[in-house]
C-alpha cells in the first residue's frame, strides 16, 4: 500500500524559498510518476507540478511556472518540489501523490504540509 509523507512546509515571506519532500513507501517508486498538488483555504485541490518516472519529463501549472521545480532521488524513494520566489498566493497544504498525467492515482491523499507566505 502506497505511504506518502510530505514535509518541508514553513511561514515564509513573499520572495523567500522553500523545498518540499515527499517520502514514499509501499510502492516501486522508480517507476511511478509523481505529482504534487495544493489545496489553499475555500479552494479546490489544484495540480501544481508533475514529473515522470525517469525525471525525464516535468508538468507544470502555469501559476507556479518559472518558479517552482519538480524532482526525484529514485534512490531515496523521494520527489522534491523547490519553491522560488513564493507569492501569497501560494499560500495552501501541498501534497505530493502518485500521478498518472497530471490526475492522482493510487493511495490517497494524506497531512500534507502547510506552506504559507506572508506579504
Known amino acids: 500500500q502506497v505511504r506518502l509523507v510530505e514535509s518541508g512546509g514553513g511561514l515564509v515571506q513573499a520572495g523567500a524559498s522553500l523545498t518540499l519532500s515527499c517520502a514514499a513507501s509501499?510502492?516501486?517508486?522508480?517507476?511511478?510518476?509523481m505529482g504534487w498538488f495544493r489545496q489553499a483555504p475555500g479552494k479546490e485541490r489544484e495540480f501544481v507540478a508533475a514529473i515522470r518516472w525517469n525525471g525525464g519529463s516535468t508538468n507544470y501549472a502555469d501559476s507556479v511556472k518559472g518558479r517552482f521545480t519538480i524532482s526525484r532521488d529514485n534512490a531515496k524513494n523521494t520527489v522534491y518540489l523547490q519553491m522560488n520566489s513564493l507569492k501569497p498566493e501560494d499560500t495552501a497544504v501541498y501534497y505530493c501523490?502518485?500521478?498518472?498525467?497530471?490526475?492522482?492515482?493510487?493511495?490517497?491523499w494524506g497531512q500534507g504540509t502547510q506552506v504559507t507566505v506572508s506579504s
Open positions: 509501499g510502492v516501486t517508486f522508480s517507476n511511478l510518476a
Open positions: 501523490r502518485v500521478v498518472a498525467g497530471i490526475q492522482p492515482v493510487l493511495g490517497s
